[in-house]
T-cell receptor, first 114, second 117 residues
């Protein structure tokens, strides 16, 4: 049973470009969470999605960031017009829909903005 | 959100038991106690969780104080692979979404565990 997959693992973007981070949850999981870890800081919750719905985006910056989890395909975290402060590790996690509180994390995407 | 307090760092020798403490004096009755760990350059990994009773699994044991204001993660025999940042997290269910419930994880600074050979 494959775990949570994220790609790319490393992404370099110049200031002003767009970054698209992909997350494929574990098989059978319909809950997806995105977290961000800035250098030398802890993990911060960004957004929680179920299929085709954003449930909680209280941790998302108000501008430039968006997330989706379509009916088919991976969840996407999109960052428009990236700035140097967006450089961080972005982790995706998934959980099943049977009330478990265990979240399974992917290996992360390390975004570097030059 | 209820807060947790953990020591910044702890050290252990290989094959010895490790007791990682966590204080959560403002825990509410519906808060679950979770432990996750993050190995260097990896995503967090679920370790164990509990509500009131002590819990055991293949990775660790979780001892929860009777008043639930503190808990201890126990690694019975530390290995070099256990060197990681350990996070004690309280998770609650703020509302039901689409008929199911979920828990948003709020990570603190955690405890950096160093294991000496």
């Amino acid at each position: 049973n494959a775990g949570v997959m994220q790609n790319p693992r490393h992404l370099v973007r110049r200031r002003g470009q767009e970054a698209r981070l992909r997350c494929s949850p574990m098989k059978g999981h319909s809950h997806v969470y995105w977290y961000r870890q800035l250098p030398e800081e802890g993990l911060k919750f960004m957004v929680y999605l179920q299929k085709e719905n954003i449930i909680d985006e209280s941790g998302m910056p108000k501008e430039r960031f968006s997330a989706e989890f379509p009916k088919e395909g991976p969840s996407i975290l999109r960052i428009q017009q990236v700035v140097r402060g967006d450089s961080a590790a972005y982790f995706c996690a998934s959980s099943s829909n049977v009330g478990t509180y265990e979240q399974y994390f992917g290996p992360g995407t390390r975004l570097t903005v030059t | 959100d209820a807060k947790t307090t953990q020591p910044n760092s702890m050290e252990s020798n290989e094959e010895e038991p490790v007791h990682l403490p966590c204080n959560h004096s403002t825990i509410s009755g519906t808060d679950y106690i979770h432990w996750y760990r993050q190995l260097p350059s990896q995503g967090p990994e679920y370790v164990i969780h509990g509500l009131t009773s002590n819990v055991n699994n293949r990775m660790a044991s979780l001892a929860i104080a009777e008043d639930r204001k503190s808990s201890t993660l126990i690694l019975h025999r530390a290995t070099l692979r256990d060197a990681a940042v350990y996070y004690c997290i309280l998770s609650f269910v703020p509302f039901n979404a689409g008929g199911t419930s979920y828990g948003k994880l709020t990570f603190g600074q955690g405890t950096i565990l160093t294991v000496h050979p």
